[in-house]
């Protein structure tokens, strides 16, 4: 098939990389503006877009694709398919209408569940036991377009977002060849979306990030693996922020937000406690929890808010 792809993070590039070494030709690629990054606001341009320059592939990143200039674009190609991975901008309808297999998305949740932005973080920071991928033929609501494609994994236990964020990237990049093998050969037979099975899920931000110990040891556990390895959970001791980059949960007991152990470092939460196995002062590196106290004090009794 000749494809046109559109996609933006590093969730996509696995996917376009697939693309490139299968049979099929990527005639080009669609993704969004460089952005300013960093504390210097570097201008950086998306993974997607250094994958396709990688690979001599033309891109094109249109402010906008509803002016009529990127359907002109598209027709000149006369794609057979358009895939879509983590793209960020709404196709307007004459553009999901165009090719002759029209757009396929590529979308990191087992839909109706979780559509939006960021359904690997919610899975996570819900405490989700199995997640996956979906392909979907797209439609003009959001994520709401025909299952053409399942694959379902079990979430690990103490697994981040980030780690399941790599893991799904794959994952989909395969089951994207699959769906593209299938629908060539009029195997697949899209299945409509349940309405009363949808959630939506919204973009992680840093609101988010403080601790409320008052909850489950398993819900701040959720939220350190889910908000990792952004923006990452935040708490305070003594006076001090910290990040909260990797924790496990611990059966002891005591008031919220209680340092109940320093041998392992352990915070009491509403049900449980919670081991803070790494973490992040202001201003310095991730380190151990006992690189911390040695150089940290902190007692039994005192209180994380």
Not at 166 to 184: M, Q
Not at 226 to 232: A, H, S, T, Y
Not at 267 to 274: F, Y
């Amino acid at each position: 098939m000749n494809i046109i792809f559109m996609g933006t993070p590093d969730f996509a590039v696995p996917s376009l990389k697939k693309l490139i070494t299968s049979e099929h030709t990527v005639q080009a690629v669609f993704t969004q503006p460089d952005k300013p990054r960093g504390r210097k606001m570097i201008l950086t341009p998306p993974e997607v877009k250094v994958c396709a320059l990688e690979n001599s592939i033309k891109v094109y990143q249109p402010n906008t694709l509803k002016d009529g200039e990127a359907l002109e674009i598209i027709k000149s190609y006369n794609p057979d398919v358009i895939i879509v991975a983590a793209y960020g901008k709404i196709l307007p309808k004459e553009i999901l209408d165009y090719p002759k297999y029209g757009c396929i998305n590529i979308h990191g949740s087992l839909l109706p569940k979780y559509r939006g932005a960021a359904p690997i973080q919610r899975a996570v920071l819900n405490g989700e036991q199995e997640t996956g991928v979906t392909t979907m033929q797209m439609a003009e609501g959001l994520d709401t377009g025909d299952i053409l494609l399942v694959y379902k994994t079990e979430i690990i236990e103490d697994e981040t977002s980030g780690e399941l964020f790599d893991r799904l990237a794959l994952a989909g990049a395969n089951l994207l060849l699959d769906t593209l093998k299938e629908l060539e050969n009029g195997e697949i037979k899209p299945q409509k979306q349940d309405e009363s099975k949808a959630s939506y899920a919204k973009m992680i931000d840093k609101s988010m990030c403080p601790i409320n110990f008052s909850n489950s040891a398993q819900t701040v556990h959720n939220q350190v693996r889910g908000l990792k390895p952004w923006p990452v959970a935040t708490a305070i001791i003594n006076n001090k922020k910290i990040k909260i980059h990797k924790a496990r949960i611990s059966p002891l007991s005591g008031e919220p937000g209680e340092v109940v152990s320093l041998n392992p470092f352990t915070v009491a939460c509403g049900e449980n406690s919670v081991e803070i196995l790494e973490l992040q002062p202001e201003g310095k590196k991730v380190m151990d929890s006992k690189a911390y106290l040695a150089g940290n004090k902190v007692n039994i009794g005192d209180k994380f808010s």
